[in-house]
């Protein structure tokens, strides 16, 4: 396999991030030091990464204190990194526009779930790779900006 | 589907633990407040998890100083979740048995790559759950025992 071409990564990056019923994998920091981990049900809408939890919930916590947040898409050979910062929280009841994009890409719909919020990501550098071949040209997006 | 019992799913975990080339999502909290995560290649010996990583990489400097991490093996919707310590730090040439362990299981081999350590990790709290049905009963490893 010859390494991907920093566009082709692009594209299957995006598209990866708008399959129906994908996943994503949410690292946050937590005040006290410790690492919080979770993988929630992802929609890419209006070039944001939307979760949903529950107000309540550590990655909730973690991310209204510090305001960012590490993300993996794929399986661990097929990787899209994501250092994201939090844009808004959302709750689920409050944006319909946001609730349906949300609801049409998962797999499941929020609203009615009590205390739920929509954490609304942006992206601020993107990483992709398969293996130990594509780790250079790794970097697709920096400081919000795609390079390709 | 039933959910699992408490006895298979520890069972199913340990089983996906031992899989030849299987990888780990790491994370791991920064001094500086962020948070990382990185897939790495996973091996499961004598109880303890062991990555290999440059001493000078992120997830080697977050472990120094914070002491702890949180793992997954598995796809999002068959997870298994690791609360695990940093028991030991040794450079790749230091201890033969375990680098033997970790190359034949890992479908790599670190000896020889300058500046590479085994992090071995102690799980002080297990989860395994596939979909919502089985968050119930997830918690398999408490306080780094064994509850089934």
Known sequence: MTPRTSATRKHDTLAMWA??????WVATASVDGGAHLVPLSLAWVDERMVVAVSAAS???RDLAARGRCRMAVGPTRDVTMVDAVLERTVPVGDDDALADSY???SDWDPRGSDGY????????????WREVDEIPGRTLMRDGAWLA
Chains 1, 2 share one sequence.
């Open 103 to 105: 609801a049409a890409q």
């Open 19 to 24: 399959m129906p019923a994908i996943d994503v």
């Open 117 to 128: 919020v929509y954490l609304v990501l942006r992206p601020e550098r993107v990483q992709a």
């Open 58 to 60: 550590r990655t909730a």
